[in-house]
Nanobody
Framework: QVQLVESGGGLAQAGDSLRLSCAAS????????MGWFRQAPGKEREFQAA????????YYADSVKGRFTISRDNVKNTLYLQMNNLKPEDTAVYYC????????????????WGQGTQVTVSS
């Protein structure tokens, strides 16, 4: 079983950048597609980005395409989300998770959720 721990969240102003990390322990994460989701207050947890096990394929929600970049380091067992040009609507708790279904964007296909890291963007 894989355990995931997110970090790197915090306070930012509109236009700033943040980089989130997701450290995996337990079973290697190398075999899995990994993804980032976010959940704003009162809203459902939404897909943001995913990356295939090799890193050769990436997928993004339209709202973050061109601003966010997902990457992974399978040697360090760490997933990243580089967030540029942040907007107030990016304010949410960000979660990482894994799936064995390559290309999936469905929350219900993902598991081993971390505890999340809060990102707050002010205008």
């Amino acid at each position: 079983q894989v355990q995931l721990v997110e970090s790197g969240g915090g306070l930012a102003q509109a236009g700033d950048s943040l980089r989130l990390s997701c450290a995996a322990s337990g079973r290697t994460m190398s075999w899995y597609t990994m993804g980032w989701f976010r959940q704003a207050p009162g809203k459902e947890r939404e897909f943001q980005a995913a990356i295939s096990w090799s890193g050769s394929s990436t997928y993004y929600a339209d709202s973050v395409k061109g601003r966010f970049t997902i990457s992974r380091d399978n040697v360090k067992n760490t997933l990243y989300l580089q967030m540029n040009n942040l907007k107030p609507e990016d304010t949410a708790v960000y979660y990482c998770a894994i799936t064995s279904i390559n290309g999936s964007r469905r929350r219900t296909d993902f598991g081993s959720w971390g505890q999340g890291t809060q990102v707050t963007v002010s205008s």
